[in-house]
């Protein structure tokens, strides 16, 4: 049988359809410097001209290591209209991680900020031909404004691209081992954008206006992609450092509407005082997702920026498309209407099946491993058969986090598989026992991991932030007992400061663990035993 071609639109021409329609809007806003949609598209016009003749084409992969900008986002554009790969990392990543993205990708190119040369070297030891700086070259590298400037004024007509070409390599954040490159096509991007203008941002237009407050190279960037799909302005705020008090002064300037953020930022932001100081009433949709929200926090937030709150459920891997939990499904107080420790309902076009250990699909209330199939699942991770093999069981996803369906098909997750902990033969999945804990009065957050023990093989340890950084740590297994089996109690409640992140904002059970652990090596006495 003859091959019947899968073409499909070229992502990059997003830009190009924004640019039509509204040459003169605002595209990105960052500090008192604008571009409009016919500006930004011509200066991507330019660098994909550029890069073209500098040999970078079809297929190529291209890692991008640089913090929020105007010149960092315009690249992915640049680079899918091109038909190449982008390969955006974590700006917080040591060398060494860009080396192993760099090599495992096979990446042709490094495009980096100035302040990042050791990361360039990185990748270029590790085989990358060509370095491109955003700010001032060294010598033999390009200059990124120079590449815009040279390629200036001749329009760049997108590369055919067909439904399975990869378009983003979607990089792991690594807390379990080295990054990973799940590979995004364009096909799959281009079902993603019409389930998120469907599921998360409903009746969103050009009128709307969107904030950055997190790495482009991950969520946001997928979120960002949608905005341009309906010619929504995005504004960028300081990507050194989260600063609530600015956040809600652009959030007032800009009348934004929508932010993608993580539930540690958007409780940082709940909890300021400047979320009373500014005015935020434009807020429509504040996504959030990458970790569960407790649900003392989630209060908190719904109290402070209103019903505004839409969350979703999804991994990289499948690109945010598993939940969503829209914002009248989210209330202040426990009723009927507010959907308590759900993360919603199965998205548009996906399914989700809660599996045993053999793949066997479980009823409702039976506690699983959480499995989705459906056209935002990526396609692999590039060149690594193993984790592929381990990644999918007939036809399924395996997402790693463990969870039940009630019998109105609303999804609870309990944890994730790495995250349970045995302690005296017992199962203890940690999320339950937080939610118990962030509901006290005085815990700002919370996060529970198992450490190993020479009685039970492992024990709980609580980490612990407290609302005052002056009050002694209140009587948390009393607070706990009655509430949870004494067996789930925390053995020991570790008081901290701030809770360890990775670089994209989340608290990782793996990096807090590893803090518990060098603590108590170190013979640390702020470490108190639950009696």
Request: charged share 20%; hydrophobic share 40%; with cysteine.
């Amino acid at each position: 049988m003859q091959r019947i071609s899968n073409r499909v639109m070229n992502l990059g021409d997003l830009l190009t359809e924004a640019a039509r329609r509204y040459p003169t809007g605002q595209a990105i806003v960052s500090g008192d410097r604008v571009w409009t949609w016919a500006e930004m598209n011509a200066r991507v016009d330019g660098a994909a001209n550029s890069l073209c003749k500098l040999g970078i084409g079809r297929g190529d992969k291209v890692l991008v290591h640089a913090r929020n900008s105007n010149e960092m986002f315009a690249t992915m554009f640049a680079i899918f209209k091109i038909g190449a790969v982008w390969v955006p990392t974590n700006y917080r990543v040591v060398p060494d991680d860009v080396a192993h993205i760099a090599k495992t990708t096979d990446a042709s190119a490094v495009i980096y900020d100035e302040a990042f040369a050791e990361h360039a070297d990185a990748a270029l030891a590790a085989g990358a031909r060509l370095a491109i700086c955003i700010g001032k070259p060294r010598p033999g590298e390009y200059r990124y404004g120079d590449l815009v400037r040279a390629g200036h004024g001749n329009r760049f007509r997108a590369a055919p691209v067909e439904r399975d070409d990869p378009c983003w390599f979607f990089l792991t954040s690594g807390t379990t081992g080295s990054p990973k490159a799940g590979v995004l096509t364009h096909g799959q991007m281009a079902f993603v954008i019409n389930n998120h203008l469907a599921d998360l941002m409903p009746g969103m237009t050009e009128t709307d206006r969107s904030l950055v407050v997190a790495p482009l190279s991950h969520g946001a960037g997928i979120h960002q992609l949608v905005q341009v799909a309906r010619c929504v302005g995005t504004v960028l705020s300081d990507p050194g450092s989260l600063d609530p008090a600015a956040v809600f002064a652009l959030i007032e300037k800009h009348r934004i509407s929508n932010i993608f953020t993580v539930p540690s930022i958007l409780s940082a932001l709940a909890e300021h005082e400047a979320a009373d100081r500014f005015d935020h009433t434009s807020l429509r949709h504040v996504i959030y997702a990458g970790a569960p929200m407790l649900r003392a926090h989630q209060k908190q937030a719904l109290r402070k920026l209103g019903p505004c709150l839409v969350q979703y459920f999804g991994l990289g891997e499948v690109t945010g498309n598993i939940t969503v939990l829209p914002p009248h499904m989210h209330a202040i107080e426990d009723c009927p209407e507010a959907r308590i420790g759900t993360c919603g309902f199965t998205r548009t076009c996906m399914q989700i099946a809660i599996q045993d250990a053999e793949g066997r699909s479980l009823g409702p209330f039976e506690t699983g491993e959480i499995c989705v199939i459906g056209p935002a699942v990526f396609s692999g991770y590039y060149n690594d058969e193993a984790a592929n093999a381990a990644a999918f069981r007939n036809g399924w996803f395996r997402t790693g986090d463990v969870g039940h369906f009630d019998d109105e098909g609303f999804l609870y997750i309990t944890g994730r598989q790495s995250d349970m902990f045995i302690s005296g033969g017992s199962n203890i999945h940690p999320l339950e026992i937080e939610e118990k804990l962030a509901a006290h009065p005085e815990v700002c957050e919370v996060s529970v991991v198992g450490i190993p023990d020479n009685k039970w093989g492992e024990i709980g340890v609580a980490a612990i932030v407290l609302r005052s950084p002056d009050a002694p740590l209140p009587d948390l297994k009393s607070h706990l007992s009655g509430k949870i089996a004494s067996y789930k109690i925390p053995k020991r409640f570790e008081r901290f400061e701030q809770l360890p992140r990775s670089g994209y904002g989340k608290v990782t059970k793996n990096l807090v663990r590893q803090a518990i652990l060098e603590r108590l090596q170190a013979g640390d006495d702020l470490a108190e035993e639950a009696q």
